[in-house]
């Protein structure tokens, strides 16, 4: 998976560059709540703060999955105090997901949307399960 996940980021970031815009206006014609929740952020800062982290995330459930998934369940927590539901924070890994299906184009392939669906459906996991113990994410 993690190869697979790592090129399909590559990709997506050689054809597009920074992918934060394309994220965040996906994101807010999801959920046109939350576009309130970055009025400070004038200059995008914020936005592409925190898509780095979720990068970073992405990488570590790639291998070796050691914080990431207790980044989310931290952050999830976190979120809570924005006003931030877990559903609505779930959809933040789906649209990343969208994002770089549109952005591969026909370049998408089998391998690489069940590699993305296993990282999603373990993302989700964890944003599902905040108590829980993440380590029975662990893969051989």
Not at 23 to 33: A, G, I, N, S
Not at 42 to 52: A, E, K, N, Q, T
Not at 53 to 81: C, R
Not at 102 to 127: F, K, S, V, Y
Request: proline letters at 4%; hydrophobic letters at 40%.
């Amino acid at each position: 998976m993690s190869k697979v996940l790592i090129d399909s980021l590559q990709t997506a970031a050689d054809r597009a560059g920074d992918l934060t815009p394309l994220v965040y206006k996906r994101l807010f014609t999801r959920l046109p709540e939350t576009e309130v929740l970055f009025l400070r952020d004038s200059d995008g800062s914020i936005r592409g703060s925190m898509l780095s982290w979720v990068f970073l995330m992405v990488l570590d459930f790639s291998d070796p999955q050691t914080y990431g998934a207790k980044m989310i369940q931290n952050e999830l927590l976190t979120h809570e105090g924005y006003g931030v539901s877990a559903d609505q924070f779930i959809v933040f890994f789906e649209v990343l997901s969208e994002t770089v299906r549109e952005t591969l184009g026909e370049d998408w392939t089998q391998p690489i949307g069940a590699a993305w669906n296993e990282l999603l459906a373990d993302m989700i996991w964890c944003a599902q399960n905040p108590y829980e113990d993440s380590r029975r994410l662990n893969r051989p």
